[in-house]
Protein backbone atom coordinates (compact mmCIF):
# COMPACT_ATOMS: atom_id res chain seq x y z
CA UNK A 1 0.00 0.00 0.00
CA UNK A 2 1.44 3.17 -1.46
CA UNK A 3 1.18 6.24 1.13
CA UNK A 4 0.93 10.08 0.12
CA UNK A 5 3.53 11.18 2.97
CA UNK A 6 6.17 9.32 4.96
CA UNK A 7 5.16 11.12 8.32
CA UNK A 8 1.36 9.17 8.01
CA UNK A 9 3.07 5.74 6.67
CA UNK A 10 5.19 5.72 10.01
CA UNK A 11 2.00 6.45 12.31
CA UNK A 12 0.09 3.45 10.04
CA UNK A 13 3.19 1.34 10.65
CA UNK A 14 3.14 1.96 14.54
CA UNK A 15 -0.45 1.82 15.28
CA UNK A 16 -0.43 -1.82 13.17
CA UNK A 17 1.86 -2.55 15.68
CA UNK A 18 -1.34 -2.98 17.88
CA UNK A 19 -2.61 -6.46 18.12
CA UNK A 20 -6.21 -6.41 15.88
CA UNK A 21 -5.27 -3.44 14.22
CA UNK A 22 -4.55 -3.92 10.66
CA UNK A 23 -3.27 -1.52 8.11
CA UNK A 24 -6.41 0.05 6.88
CA UNK A 25 -7.89 0.43 10.37
CA UNK A 26 -4.55 2.23 11.32
CA UNK A 27 -5.00 4.41 8.49
CA UNK A 28 -8.53 5.25 9.44
CA UNK A 29 -7.14 5.98 12.92
CA UNK A 30 -4.33 8.32 11.75
CA UNK A 31 -6.39 10.24 9.55
CA UNK A 32 -8.87 10.69 12.73
CA UNK A 33 -5.90 11.96 15.06
CA UNK A 34 -4.74 14.24 12.02
CA UNK A 35 -8.31 15.86 11.83
CA UNK A 36 -8.61 16.21 15.83
CA UNK A 37 -7.02 19.48 17.44
CA UNK A 38 -3.85 19.63 18.42
CA UNK A 39 -4.56 19.10 22.02
CA UNK A 40 -5.96 15.99 21.53
CA UNK A 41 -2.75 14.54 19.93
CA UNK A 42 -1.17 15.50 22.85
CA UNK A 43 -3.30 13.82 25.63
CA UNK A 44 -3.19 10.84 23.87
CA UNK A 45 0.56 10.73 23.78
CA UNK A 46 0.83 11.84 27.33
CA UNK A 47 -1.49 9.29 28.38
CA UNK A 48 0.34 6.81 26.78
CA UNK A 49 3.50 7.54 28.18
CA UNK A 50 2.13 7.58 31.75
CA UNK A 51 0.96 4.32 30.59
CA UNK A 52 4.39 2.93 30.07
CA UNK A 53 6.03 5.37 33.14
CA UNK A 54 3.61 5.33 35.99
CA UNK A 55 1.36 1.86 35.92
CA UNK A 56 3.23 -0.19 38.10
CA UNK A 57 2.21 -3.89 39.56
CA UNK A 58 0.49 -4.17 43.00
CA UNK A 59 3.07 -5.96 45.25
CA UNK A 60 1.04 -8.06 46.95
CA UNK A 61 -2.08 -9.12 43.86
CA UNK A 62 0.05 -8.25 40.63
CA UNK A 63 -2.62 -6.39 39.64
CA UNK A 64 -2.10 -3.18 37.42
CA UNK A 65 -2.17 -0.61 39.80
CA UNK A 66 -0.98 2.91 40.77
CA UNK A 67 0.74 2.61 44.05
CA UNK A 68 2.16 -0.65 45.56
CA UNK A 69 -1.47 -1.93 46.86
CA UNK A 70 -3.86 -2.02 44.28
CA UNK A 71 -7.65 -0.87 46.13
CA UNK A 72 -8.16 -4.05 47.28
CA UNK A 73 -5.36 -5.36 49.41
CA UNK A 74 -5.00 -1.82 51.21
CA UNK A 75 -7.99 -2.29 52.10
CA UNK A 76 -9.56 0.80 50.76
CA UNK A 77 -12.42 -1.44 49.65
CA UNK A 78 -14.07 -2.16 53.00
CA UNK A 79 -16.89 -4.88 50.87
CA UNK A 80 -14.29 -7.04 49.73
CA UNK A 81 -14.69 -10.33 50.94
CA UNK A 82 -11.03 -11.54 52.21
CA UNK A 83 -11.90 -15.44 52.93
CA UNK A 84 -11.68 -16.09 49.57
CA UNK A 85 -9.03 -15.34 46.60
CA UNK A 86 -9.28 -15.74 42.83
CA UNK A 87 -6.49 -16.88 40.50
CA UNK A 88 -6.56 -15.36 37.44
CA UNK A 89 -4.13 -15.24 34.16
CA UNK A 90 -3.78 -11.54 34.29
CA UNK A 91 -5.25 -8.17 34.59
CA UNK A 92 -8.21 -8.61 31.82
CA UNK A 93 -9.93 -11.33 33.76
CA UNK A 94 -9.68 -9.38 36.83
CA UNK A 95 -12.30 -6.74 35.34
CA UNK A 96 -13.83 -9.01 33.13
CA UNK A 97 -15.36 -10.95 36.85
CA UNK A 98 -15.56 -7.70 38.60
CA UNK A 99 -18.01 -6.33 36.09
CA UNK A 100 -20.03 -9.67 36.20
CA UNK A 101 -20.98 -8.58 40.12
CA UNK A 102 -21.26 -12.02 40.95
CA UNK A 103 -17.97 -11.96 42.72
CA UNK A 104 -16.35 -9.82 45.74
CA UNK A 105 -13.25 -11.31 47.09
CA UNK A 106 -9.96 -11.26 46.67
CA UNK A 107 -7.50 -11.64 43.45
CA UNK A 108 -4.11 -12.64 42.56
CA UNK A 109 -2.47 -12.47 39.14
CA UNK A 110 -0.11 -15.34 37.58
CA UNK A 111 1.14 -13.06 35.05
CA UNK A 112 0.97 -15.89 32.34
CA UNK A 113 0.47 -19.52 32.37
CA UNK A 114 2.55 -22.43 31.99
CA UNK A 115 3.04 -23.54 28.50
CA UNK A 116 6.03 -25.56 28.23
CA UNK A 117 6.01 -25.25 24.86
CA UNK A 118 6.40 -21.40 24.78
CA UNK A 119 9.17 -21.41 27.15
CA UNK A 120 6.82 -20.53 30.22
CA UNK A 121 7.86 -22.32 33.68
CA UNK A 122 6.18 -21.91 36.56
CA UNK A 123 9.27 -20.05 38.00
CA UNK A 124 7.91 -17.21 35.82
CA UNK A 125 4.59 -17.19 37.00
CA UNK A 126 3.64 -15.52 39.67
CA UNK A 127 3.26 -18.62 41.86
CA UNK A 128 5.64 -18.52 44.60
CA UNK A 129 4.09 -15.50 46.15
CA UNK A 130 0.68 -16.24 46.10
CA UNK A 131 2.14 -19.34 48.05
CA UNK A 132 3.43 -17.23 50.08
CA UNK A 133 0.58 -15.01 50.47
CA UNK A 134 -1.71 -18.09 51.29
CA UNK A 135 0.53 -19.00 54.30
CA UNK A 136 0.54 -15.52 55.56
CA UNK A 137 -3.27 -15.19 55.30
CA UNK A 138 -5.16 -17.31 57.44
CA UNK A 139 -8.50 -15.90 56.75
CA UNK A 140 -8.41 -17.14 53.35
CA UNK A 141 -10.32 -20.49 53.28
CA UNK A 142 -11.28 -20.74 49.48
CA UNK A 143 -8.94 -20.94 46.19
CA UNK A 144 -10.88 -20.44 43.30
CA UNK A 145 -9.19 -20.58 40.05
CA UNK A 146 -10.29 -18.75 36.97
CA UNK A 147 -8.01 -19.63 34.23
CA UNK A 148 -9.07 -20.09 30.47
CA UNK A 149 -10.50 -23.70 29.89
CA UNK A 150 -7.63 -25.14 27.65
CA UNK A 151 -4.14 -26.89 27.93
CA UNK A 152 -2.30 -24.32 29.60
CA UNK A 153 -5.27 -23.36 31.97
CA UNK A 154 -5.65 -26.90 32.90
CA UNK A 155 -1.75 -27.40 33.44
CA UNK A 156 -1.64 -24.34 35.55
CA UNK A 157 -3.97 -25.31 37.60
CA UNK A 158 -3.62 -28.98 38.03
CA UNK A 159 0.39 -27.60 39.20
CA UNK A 160 -0.81 -25.36 41.61
CA UNK A 161 -3.50 -27.19 43.29
CA UNK A 162 -0.45 -29.86 43.99
CA UNK A 163 1.12 -26.98 45.24
CA UNK A 164 -1.70 -26.23 48.16
CA UNK A 165 -2.26 -29.83 48.86
CA UNK A 166 -0.33 -29.49 52.14
CA UNK A 167 -2.89 -26.09 52.89
CA UNK A 168 -5.98 -26.56 54.66
CA UNK A 169 -8.03 -24.79 52.16
CA UNK A 170 -11.45 -25.65 49.87
CA UNK A 171 -10.18 -25.34 46.02
CA UNK A 172 -12.59 -24.52 43.29
CA UNK A 173 -12.58 -23.85 39.74
CA UNK A 174 -15.14 -22.38 37.39
CA UNK A 175 -17.95 -23.75 36.32
CA UNK A 176 -17.20 -25.07 32.39
CA UNK A 177 -19.73 -22.08 31.34
CA UNK A 178 -16.88 -20.70 29.11
CA UNK A 179 -16.44 -23.07 25.93
CA UNK A 180 -13.35 -24.89 26.28
CA UNK A 181 -10.28 -23.03 24.54
CA UNK A 182 -12.03 -20.06 24.98
CA UNK A 183 -10.27 -17.16 27.22
CA UNK A 184 -11.72 -15.15 30.18
CA UNK A 185 -11.27 -11.94 29.61
CA UNK A 186 -13.69 -12.49 25.91
CA UNK A 187 -16.47 -14.33 27.52
CA UNK A 188 -19.62 -12.61 28.14
CA UNK A 189 -20.69 -11.26 31.56
CA UNK A 190 -23.99 -13.47 31.83
CA UNK A 191 -21.73 -16.42 30.94
CA UNK A 192 -19.16 -16.02 33.37
CA UNK A 193 -21.21 -14.55 36.58
CA UNK A 194 -22.96 -18.06 36.17
CA UNK A 195 -19.32 -19.68 35.83
CA UNK A 196 -18.20 -17.97 39.44
CA UNK A 197 -21.27 -18.70 40.90
CA UNK A 198 -21.44 -22.58 40.09
CA UNK A 199 -18.01 -23.47 40.51
CA UNK A 200 -17.28 -26.55 41.51
CA UNK A 201 -14.76 -28.42 44.08
CA UNK A 202 -11.83 -29.49 42.15
CA UNK A 203 -10.16 -32.47 41.51
CA UNK A 204 -6.71 -32.46 40.10
Known sequence: MKYPSETIENSINEISKLPGIGKKTALRLSL??????????????????????KTRF??????ISD????????NENINIQKNKICIVEDTPDVIA????????GLFHVLSGLIS?????????????????????????????????????GDTTTF?????????????TTIARGVPIGGEIE???EVTLGRSIITRINYKG
Open 159 to 171: YISKKLSALNLKI
Open 97 to 104: IQNTNQYN
Open 32 to 53: HILKKEKEYSKNLADSIINLKE
Open 186 to 188: YAD
Open 116 to 152: PINGVGPDNLNIDSLIRRLEKNKEIEEVIFALSPNLE
Open 67 to 74: EELCRNCN
Open 58 to 63: CEECHV
